[in-house]
T-cell receptor, first 114, second 113 residues
Framework: DTEVTQTPKHLVMGMTNKKSLKCEQH?????MYWYKQKAKKPPELMFV???????INESVPSRFSPECPNSSLLNLHLHALQPEDSALYLC?????????????FGAGTRLSVL | QQQVKQSPQSLIVQKGGISIINCAYE??????FPWYQQFPGKGPALLIA?????SEKKEGRFTISFNKSAKQFSLHIMDSQPGDSATYFC????????????FGGGTRLMVKP
């Protein structure tokens, strides 16, 4: 099973709302990632967690707050987002953080900020 | 600064033809070069990958050619099929950077029946 499950599939929120995106994997992977993908663009890395600890933050605004409660679960908490934050948010996981480790992506959450 | 440049942005190929997508990189510290395939409404999925000590890797109809001195690599899809219609991303990562993928801009491939 190489599945990364993301919920919800679609999310519409206002600029004052607080919402969370959820990502789950049961492959025993110890590295998990959040990416942002705008239409017709490549994914852009936001955060990397390794062994449940945040190892990389690509200078992401504080209105995005990641959380890794356990090795199978990754959340992205959203607060006071801007319309330009509307995008597809992808979660990925890999065995570890060495380059040979394949990153498996979920189908993403399509976020619209009104 | 775009560290991985990909071309063309879009490609139309007849069924049975060869699709060729090219990428060039700048950072000589990159040591792993995967290609990802993304269908609409789905996340990217690894297609094939290569290390710089190998000049060519083939898996079924998909082949990566790698030219280390030119800092270029390419994906060839032989006998292209309509089911191959998707967006393809080349990527690169380096061993001391926590498996961070730097993606190329993507190529939208359409294979006509």
């Amino acid at each position: 099973d190489t599945e990364v499950t993301q919920t919800p599939k679609h999310l519409v929120m206002g600029m004052t709302n607080k919402k969370s995106l959820k990502c789950e994997q049961h492959m025993g992977h110890r590295a998990m990632y959040w990416y942002k993908q705008k239409a017709k663009k490549p994914p852009e890395l936001m955060f990397v967690y390794s062994y449940e600890k945040l190892s990389i933050n690509e200078s992401v605004p504080s209105r995005f707050s990641p959380e890794c409660p356990n090795s199978s679960l990754l959340n992205l908490h959203l607060h006071a987002l801007q319309p330009e934050d509307s995008a597809l948010y992808l979660c990925a996981s890999s065995q570890g953080v060495q380059p040979k480790n394949i990153q498996y992506f979920g189908a993403g959450t399509r976020l619209s900020v009104l | 600064q775009q560290q991985v440049k990909q071309s063309p942005q879009s490609l139309i190929v007849q069924k049975g033809g060869i699709s060729i997508i090219n990428c060039a990189y700048e950072n000589t510290a990159f040591d792993y070069f995967p290609w990802y395939q993304q269908f609409p409404g789905k996340g990217p999925a690894l297609l094939i990958a290569i290390r710089p000590d190998v000049s060519e890797k083939k898996e079924g109809r998909f082949t990566i050619s790698f030219n280390k001195s030119a800092k270029q690599f390419s994906l060839h899809i032989m006998d292209s099929q309509p089911g191959d219609s998707a967006t393809y991303f080349c990527a690169a990562s380096r061993g001391n950077a926590g498996n961070m993928l730097t993606f190329g801009g993507g190529t939208r491939l359409m294979v006509k029946p």
